[in-house]
């Protein structure tokens, strides 16, 4: 089995960039497809990012996903910060043994 | 537009069963895998259960593996989750989750707006 680990939190300023990291305890992170969600407080789940980077229609371009094998880590990057970017932030990635999918503890974003 | 809405969610007694549905719209269904994703109260993401396209491959999550079953119907445009012998800890948001056209259980882009199960006596 494999962890995806995730910042509690995180805090940005209304205008500003906020980039959330998302690190793979074993196996490449480059081997597999992350994907990245958000949820709203009371709402459920929508997707950023699949596939690594493939972006399901309306996703807004100041919201960006990369990868670096060197810290074997993904990352989302969330530009033009506005108070509707407030919302819990999940990395998802999967393993080909057993347990399949596994997320990350998920990121509270606040923008002050 | 694409549309997933779970339903059957209830208040039900430790060792009690549950079925879950999710009607979809928008889209060709039998031409997509599904996932059945939870959460539980004030906690993160846990993935359940995934069925390919062609029902013909089902996974579980070691958590409800014998006890949870997982279905569709192709002509009804539904998805299933059959829970069985249910546990207080069982207690969460369900959610149904679409795998995108080429991927299995490594994606999901479309999730319904969830069925909340209660397992309390």
């Known amino acids: 089995n494999f962890m995806l680990t995730q910042p509690h939190s995180v805090s940005g300023s209304p205008g500003g960039t906020v980039t959330i990291s998302c690190t793979r305890s074993?196996?490449?992170?480059?081997?597999?497809?992350v994907q990245w969600s958000q949820q709203r407080p009371g709402s459920a789940p929508t997707t950023l990012f699949y596939?690594?980077?493939?972006?399901p229609s309306g996703v807004p371009t100041r919201f960006s996903a990369s990868i670096d094998t060197s810290s074997n880590s993904a990352s989302l990057t969330i530009s033009g910060l506005t108070t509707e970017d407030e919302a819990d932030y999940y990395c998802q990635s999967y393993d080909n043994g057993h347990p399949f999918v596994i997320f990350g503890g998920g990121t509270r974003l606040t923008v002050l | 537009e694409v549309q997933l809405v779970e339903s059957g969610g209830d208040l039900v007694q430790p060792g009690g069963s549950l079925r879950l549905s999710c009607v979809v719209s928008g889209f060709t269904f039998r031409s997509y895998s599904m996932n059945w994703v939870r959460q539980a109260p004030g906690k993160g993401l846990e993935w359940v259960s995934y069925?390919?396209?062609?029902?013909?491959?089902?996974y579980y999550a070691d958590s409800v593996k014998g006890r949870f079953t997982i279905s569709r119907d192709n002509a009804k445009n539904s998805l299933f989750l059959q829970m069985n012998s249910l546990r207080a800890e069982d207690t969460a948001v369900y959610y149904c989750a679409r795998g995108p056209r080429g991927y299995s259980y490594e994606a999901f882009d479309y999730w319904g707006h969830g069925a909340l199960v209660t397992v309390s006596s």
């Open positions: 596939g690594d980077k493939q972006r």
């Open positions: 074993s196996g490449r992170i480059a081997d597999y497809y």
């Open positions: 069925i390919s396209s062609t029902i013909a491959t089902t």
